[in-house]
Nanobody, 115 residues
């Protein structure tokens, strides 16, 4: 059974930092394309950042230069380092894994940035 478990969210002040982690089990992690998505109240879920199985990364324009996605294949974990956080970054953040057309999601973890 494939499981994605997020951690590291919470409440942070404007300009602060958080690091999200997503631990993956039940599947060979190094084969996965991984991503972080977020969904703010009343809005659609959007891609924040992605890292491919080969290590290539991509980011939403709104987070470029502030967020960094990384992966540790030895720990079966993907991270999202978030700096210079803004109130508009407030959302539930979801970890996503894709493998040969199959998509897996974590349960989501809230991030709240106070102004």
């Amino acid at each position: 059974q494939v499981q994605l478990v997020e951690s590291g969210g919470g409440l942070v002040q404007f300009g602060g930092s958080l690091r999200l982690s997503c631990a993956v089990s039940g599947i060979t992690f190094s084969f996965l394309n991984m991503g972080w998505y977020r969904q703010a109240p009343g809005k659609e879920r959007e891609l924040v950042a992605g890292v491919s199985s080969s290590g290539n990364t991509n980011y939403a324009d709104s987070v470029k230069g502030r967020f960094t996605i990384s992966r540790d294949n030895a720990k079966n974990t993907v991270y999202l380092e978030m700096n210079s956080l803004k109130p508009e970054d407030t959302a539930v953040y979801y970890c996503n894994a894709i493998f040969i057309g199959l998509t897996y999601w974590g349960q989501g973890i809230p991030v709240t940035v106070s102004s």
